[in-house]
């Protein structure tokens, strides 16, 4: 071989590599970031899910807190560094933006809570909802309504079928709707009000007995997110947003059993 051809032969690969090597190094790069977020306590098992399929989707990852909506409103006017809340209600998130705390134009609802009356007991609750009224039952369980919508919710319930009077004294009140769940599962409560989401979740049989309260018997639990202004320079927060109003998180939200 000609010695000029095998000196081109080493030195042409040597400067592809060079090139591509300053290709990279020059081109934008992606960057995955972590979003905080808050979310309302029936929610946490379809964010889990939803989650899932956000970050397989953006590389972005979530920090995840569950719990009461009253309670994160007051963590957020604290500082709470949350960049997200995914609320029980609608309200919360219009006072945050009203008070300077959260995004104007980023809160929309993602989901309509759905209520129940629920036992871990098989047979325990009947489909009218008409153990209520019977009283045979010690402790019924219900969310903070002070905290909590669903709660709020339960107690419109309770006033309406009642007798609340007679109940009163049998209410077991967890600080948030995952805990009026836990109440129950545990046996520490015959019955309580919980969202539809919880029993059973996708994929799992059903346990106990529940009543699906009739949507005319409380207010619509609108349940909305929004941007909050700790999140408002994350790319990951607003890439979230834009993923629960995507086909696949709507099929999650819509499989758990919430309206839409």
């Known amino acids: 071989m000609n010695p000029v051809n095998r000196t081109a032969t080493r030195v042409l690969p040597a400067l592809l590599l060079a090139t591509f090597a300053a290709l990279l190094a020059t ?45 994160f409103y007051s963590q957020i006017n604290a500082g709470a560094p949350f960049e997200i809340l995914i609320a029980a209600d609608d309200e919360t998130p219009k006072r945050l933006i009203a008070e300077g705390l959260a995004v104007k134009g980023s ?23 008409a153990v209520l009224a019977a009283g045979k039952f010690m402790h019924l369980a219900i969310a903070n309504p002070k905290l909590a919508p669903y709660g709020q919710a339960a107690m419109e319930v309770l006033k309406a079928r009642g007798p609340a009077d007679a109940i009163a004294p049998k209410l077991v009140t967890a600080e948030s709707i995952a805990q009026a769940y836990q109440f129950v599962a545990t046996g520490n ?50 890439a979230l947003l834009a993923y629960l109003k995507s086909a696949p998180a709507k099929a999650v939200i819509q499989a758990y059993g919430y309206g839409h």
């Open 107 to 129: 809160n929309f609802t993602y989901a309509i809570g759905r209520l129940v009356l629920w036992s871990a007991q098989p047979g325990y609750v009947d489909d009218q909802g």
């Open 189 to 238: 409560a015959e019955l309580g009000f919980v969202a539809l989401s919880q029993v059973p979740p996708p994929g799992k049989p059903a346990a106990g007995s529940y009543w699906l309260v009739p949507a005319s018997l409380y207010g619509e639990i609108r349940q909305n997110a929004v941007l909050l202004k700790t999140g408002e320079k994350n790319p990951a927060a607003a």
């Open 27 to 71: 081109a934008p790069k992606v960057r995955a970031d972590e979003v905080s977020v808050a979310v309302a306590a029936n929610f946490a098992g379809p964010l889990a899910k939803i989650g899932e399929g956000f970050t397989s989707a953006t590389g972005h990852t979530l920090k995840v807190s569950a719990g009461s909506t009253g309670k």
